[in-house]
DNA sequence: CCGAATTGCCTTACACCGTAAGGATAATCC
DNA sequence: GGATTATCCTTACGGTGTAAGGCAATTCGG
């Protein structure tokens, strides 16, 4: 049945690892099959031998990235948990700023990130939130992190460039306020503000299941 | 000096908004200078009289979107203000699925961004906020603002989609919690969900300012 | 009023992209 | 040891952004 022929090069999971590497040395739009297949000293068209399109590449580095997400410790308090994926999902912008806009894009519902989601709004359940308050709770908390990811990751890869600073470039004359806002918006203030917003929606969910229990006392 | 031979087919108001169309219509992916020229019945060359590339048309878009942001009235009520710029925000994520990627990605900080960005800062400013508090309300409800439009702009494309449904798609065996979620997650609950999350912010900056007040009375 | 200058659009060309089709090689099984 | 089959390669096609240069229409200087 399983013959296996030719030792193999290659394996699903070295391509998306080498394609992780490369978005993040030369950027998104430098993902060719060519330069990928470069790097793992191999033509371009071997590498649809395990993988069907670029397309389902993209779908594979948005599953590995999502995997990466950690859970912590199952404590059964449901905002350490919240806290803990959220601050797990914003390392993942902060360690993958170029890969990042792969994971805010996609929806989770390839096969590989169907379990993510569903631990993730197990966590909204078991903290007492009916089905619909789960989901509009888990959307709310889901745009802040996928915000604030992708505004940190372009933050991160603008103060890395050297050719343009917006500080420097004379644009913000005749703006004021830009100009004594844009210091407080530079990189190292960026974790102390994402804190402070994670606070405030945790805080707001908190608020809707102490309704929930009010209205609802016994049901789940 | 200004000589003006030739009346011109093209200007760049033009191109931007046939760029944008064409976005519309057959998707980001789509936006080539070809497809582009053939839809304004001229050469793909012919735009490069006008944009310098690519990339800048690219920057085009995303200020033609941004100053869509409407203000509203002035009315010296920082919260209503706020309110309406937030919604006509996501009201351009609605009206421009597709294109609205753009604006999340790419920084108010190009010559035609900035003044929106200066009218948007300022409100914050005007509510008593000082530059820093300024800078992480802005950031904090911008995340917010860009997520629920990427979300919302990528859900309307999905049930727009014949070919593939999460629902129908077997995919969620297996999954129950996302199973009895995903129904409240379909674009009808986004709207509310939205409002709710937009109030949950809106309130957490009043404290802000409320605080600043208790702790720096006189001072802006 | 006519040549010169300039602008707006076009033609051609190049390197790169994703990928369809089919070929060569080497490890395994019968 | 011959057939099978997984892996990788070669070639090729139509698409992309855009650099270089050409040509025609309009306006200006004389």
Redesign the pocket.
């Known amino acids: 049945m399983t ?8 394996t699903r999971e070295t391509i998306v690892e080498a394609a992780i590497e490369l978005i993040e040395s030369e950027g998104l739009d ?6 990928l ?1 470069n790097r793992l000293g ?5 590498l ?3 993988v069907e ?3 389902v590449l993209l779908d594979l580095i948005t599953a590995r990235l999502a995997t990466m997400i950690e859970f912590g410790d199952h404590t059964g308090n449901w905002r350490c948990e919240l806290e803990a994926v959220s601050r797990s999902y914003i390392d993942i912008a902060r360690r993958y700023p170029r890969s990042f806009p792969l994971l805010a894009a996609r929806r989770f519902n390839t096969p590989e990130t169907l379990p993510v989601l569903e631990r993730i709004l197990s966590i909204f359940r078991r903290a007492g939130l009916p089905p619909a308050g789960t989901a509009a709770s888990f959307r709310i908390l889901g745009y802040y992190l996928n915000g604030a990811g992708l505004t940190e990751g372009a933050t991160i890869e603008a103060e890395r460039r050297t050719d343009f600073h917006l500080q420097d470039s004379g644009f913000l004359e005749g703006f004021p306020v830009s100009g004594e806002t844009v210091a407080h918006l530079a990189l190292p203030n960026l974790s102390g503000i994402f804190e402070k917003g994670l606070e405030v929606i945790l805080d707001s969910i908190e608020d809707e299941i102490r309704l929930t229990r009010v209205n609802r006392p016994h049901s789940v």
Chains 1, 2 share one sequence.
């Open positions: 013959t296996m022929p030719k030792k193999p090069k290659l430098s993902l060719s099959t060519r330069a297949g191999v033509q371009a068209m071997s649809y031998h395990h399109s670029k397309d």
